[in-house]
């Protein structure tokens, strides 16, 4: 309950700050769940991580063409970092840029661990979690809505999600370095599909072991 | 007035026929049986595949489980792209974050098992004398080729790596929405403590990697420069690619149960191929 009503405070608070913006779309996206949304190019999003370390599971596509899709491969050949923050373009399979991170209060995001499922938590958990929830699941679901298939998922963008990789290459999911209200702004570069699970894992710390809410702000672009 | 030879049929064939016998740098050798120098212990007559690919240049095949392949940077600036999918279900392939993430190891040794989105193991890396690979960064697109090299096309003088794998795909049917993440072999790159690529080349003429493939595959591969590799010009040579019969892992081999994650993988793919009839 406690965790319930800290959200609709921060929703209050951030709405008001936002309501000099023409606000297309403002929504809160329940923990576990799938969303979707088309930005027209200019448009921005900002998501709000309500209660801290929510991972944002985040795939996106070339509205006019969903071929065109997030290729997080590109993205990363074409910066300096494997992290994603303010000033990262997230470019397609062909290497075009469709949106660009604007904003970030948390330093730095992921998009090599890619998104849980019912078939790999099996291998990184045991066969207990087949029948969990996951966000290939919410992909699918949500895509499938749009024409998309499995065919169009691939390695997807973790916003809050934070995957260190040591000096020997290990690579892990660990402790979250967002807190309660931290939110990033992407501008769409072109008109884009987003594709959203709000995830809903538990064996792991990128919820906090407690998925929880986040907030979607589309708003017109150009502001200051 | 002279008759020009292929002025007609029987002139034509004639000349098709005599060229036969043409050897040139990067060619398959059919049977693969006659390739001249087979691995050690491996038989002339189990080898399935032999063929080098030029660089800038591709090769795919759809290979038994159980198939070994062996990788081959002949002169030192090969780079495999490769993409691997089931060949009987290829809406089922290769997922690099998975792979990377289930052994909590994002560099390629021996003993990787390279995962596809269901749970289960496509291939292993058997065996690798290189050590300079990378499953992070994917290969190269037209669009940024052109723009480094001032040009990306398949046919070009500096193919990109996606129009060469789209090529491949496409000759099994299937279309560029299969080509999914990567993983390349022979140029090397390295994360910093920052989270900077350090792209470190390749480990030099000769280096060979060996995948043994888990499932029945679909393997394409694209010969092109890697993305990170920041030479001006373009530099891509002859990758050699042999393949010949053998075993899956089995439940006795040791890699079957070197880590939890591997094991229920290998379970996973055991079960999946005996409820088919494969295994």
């Not at chain 1, 309950?1 to 936002?18: E, G, I, L």
């Not at chain 2, 470190?200 to 060996?210: F, Y």
């Not at chain 2, 040579?237 to 079957?256: K, N, Q, Y």
């Amino acid at each position: 309950m406690t965790a319930t009503s800290t959200a609709t405070s921060t929703a209050t608070k951030t709405a008001t700050k936002t309501a000099t913006k023409t606000a297309v779309l403002d929504v809160v996206v329940p923990a576990r769940a799938p969303w979707s949304a088309v930005l027209s190019a200019g448009q921005e999003l900002r998501v709000v991580d309500l209660e801290g370390n929510q991972a944002v599971d985040f795939l996106l596509y070339d509205a006019a063409d969903p071929t065109l899709r997030y290729s997080a491969q590109d993205t990363l050949q074409a910066q300096d970092t494997i992290f994603l923050s303010t000033g990262s373009v997230l470019r397609d399979c062909e290497h075009g840029a469709l949106m660009t991170v604007v904003a970030d209060e948390v330093g730095r995001h992921d998009t090599l661990g890619g998104a849980c499922s019912q078939e790999s938590n099996t291998l990184r958990y045991g066969h207990h979690t087949a029948g969990q929830h996951a966000c290939v699941e919410n992909f699918l679901a949500e895509g499938s809505l749009h024409g998309l298939g499995k065919r169009d998922l691939v390695s997807n963008i973790n916003w809050f999600m934070n995957v260190p990789v040591d000096p020997d290459g290990s690579l892990g999911i660990v402790d979250g370095l967002s807190a309660p209200g931290k939110s990033l702004t992407l501008r769409a570069e072109r008109d884009v599909l987003v594709l959203v699970s709000n995830c809903p894992q538990v064996n792991n710390p990128c919820n906090g072991f407690d998925p929880t809410p986040v907030r979607m702000v589309i708003t017109e672009g150009g502001r200051a | 007035m002279n008759a020009s030879p292929t002025a007609t049929t029987l002139g034509a064939r004639q000349h098709a026929r005599a060229q036969e016998g043409t050897v040139v740098d990067a060619m398959p050798t059919v049977p693969a049986s006659r390739w001249p120098d087979p691995p050690d212990g491996v038989a002339a007559a189990d080898l399935t595949w032999a063929t080098v690919v030029a660089g800038g240049g591709y090769a795919h095949r759809s290979l038994a489980r159980g198939t070994h392949v062996r990788l081959r940077d002949l002169t030192g600036d090969a780079c495999a792209h490769v993409l691997l999918l089931r060949a009987d279900e290829p809406w089922e392939r290769l997922n690099p974050a998975d792979t990377t993430k289930v052994a909590w190891q994002v560099y390629t040794a021996p003993g990787q098992l390279l995962l596809s989105d269901a749970g289960r193991v496509l291939a292993t890396v058997v065996e690798d004398t290189s050590g300079h690979h990378d499953a992070l960064f994917g290969t190269t697109t037209r669009a940024r080729n052109e723009a480094r090299y001032g040009d990306g096309s398949a046919q070009g003088p500096s193919p990109a790596g996606r129009e060469l794998l789209a090529l491949a795909a496409a000759k099994h049917g299937l279309g560029r929405r299969d080509v999914g993440p990567t993983v390349s072999f022979f140029s090397g790159v390295t994360v910093g403590p920052d989270g900077a690529p350090r792209w470190t080349g390749s480990a030099g003429p000769g280096a060979h990697v060996t995948l043994r493939a888990e499932v029945p595959l679909l393997l394409l591969v694209a010969n092109t420069a890697h993305p990170l590799d920041p030479r001006e010009a373009f530099t891509c040579s002859p990758l050699e690619v042999l393949a010949w019969r053998g075993e899956p892992t089995g439940p006795g081999d040791p890699l079957w149960t070197a880590a939890p994650e591997g094991r229920r993988a290998f379970e996973n793919t055991a079960e999946h191929l005996t409820a088919q009839g494969i295994a």
